[in-house]
């Protein structure tokens, strides 16, 4: 009986999610970016991984129009997706100054 008076006096203290609470997308601001990550995720059985391009897309539509809170694209887990970006820059970049001295 003693555990039911101990169990009585323990106090739930609910703590907010990590990254913290964000609006939702009550204007459709970012509908087609989810749309294209979720038939890409009903495409390819579920599995988010293959559909890491479609949700950084859709991470950045949220935060550009104020719809969660800001945050780096390498901490949120798309560091080699932001240099494979950037190597595709570069190749791009070296391609044209390639075709103009031909």
Do not use: I, W
Request: a positive charge; hydrophobic letters at 25%; aromatic letters at 8%.
């Amino acid at each position: 009986m003693s555990t039911a008076m101990n169990f009585g006096s323990k106090s739930f203290k609910p703590r907010p999610p990590d990254k913290g609470a964000f609006p939702l997308d009550h204007h459709g601001e970012c509908s087609a970016f989810k749309d294209v990550y979720m038939r890409c995720l009903r495409a390819k059985g579920f599995d988010n991984s293959a559909c890491r391009q479609q949700s950084k897309d859709y991470l950045q539509c949220r935060m550009e129009r104020d719809l969660m809170a800001q945050e780096s694209l390498e901490k949120l887990g798309y560091k080699d997706l932001l240099e494979n970006e950037k190597e595709k820059e570069n190749k791009k970049g070296k391609n044209s100054n390639h075709a103009g001295t031909q």
